[in-house]
């Protein structure tokens, strides 16, 4: 269940500058980063081999790949917001910025606080700009940080 119910993509403009919600945490489990390691073929040794991560990784644990925790993004939108009415068609438009400060081990919880930066006016919908800021629990620095801009058509 959504955070927030908004009636139309354009009542999200009173949210513009404004944290929207805060997801539930995310659990991140070695299973899920080993599915994700063979749909995106990326096998590295500090994803899938607990041995060798515990004992020569910085991490002393595997960690998600930094696109693993980043596809997760719609996930958490979803949880955030959810617009009753007016849109036919949502497209993830693409992000203007993406760091990973900080890993995600094997067994973290995530989540993400999601922040409204923008709405612009389309000629058939909006575009929204947000700010997506995940943290894992009990982490200093937050996981990822990116500005993701979704279209909301009509």
Excluded at 118 to 136: D, P, T
């Amino acid at each position: 269940m959504p955070q927030r119910v908004i009636e139309t993509p354009a009542a999200l403009k009173r949210f513009a500058g404004r944290e929207i919600a805060t997801t539930e945490w995310f659990l991140v489990t070695q299973d899920r980063i080993l599915q994700f390691a063979e749909v995106s073929e990326d096998r590295q040794w500090i994803h899938v081999d607990a041995g060798r991560a515990q004992s020569q990784s910085p991490y002393s644990a595997t960690v998600a790949h930094g696109f693993l925790t980043l596809s997760l993004l719609s996930c958490f939108l979803r949880q955030a917001i959810e617009i009753r009415d007016g849109v036919r068609l949502t497209v993830n438009y693409g992000l203007n910025r993406v760091r990973f400060p900080a890993p995600v081990r094997a067994g973290s919880k995530i989540r993400a606080r999601v922040t409204l930066l923008s709405l612009n006016e389309l000629r058939a919908g909006v575009e929204a700009v947000f700010s997506m800021f995940v943290e894992a629990e009990g982490a200093e620095k937050p996981c990822c940080v990116a500005e993701w801009v979704v279209r909301y058509y009509q």
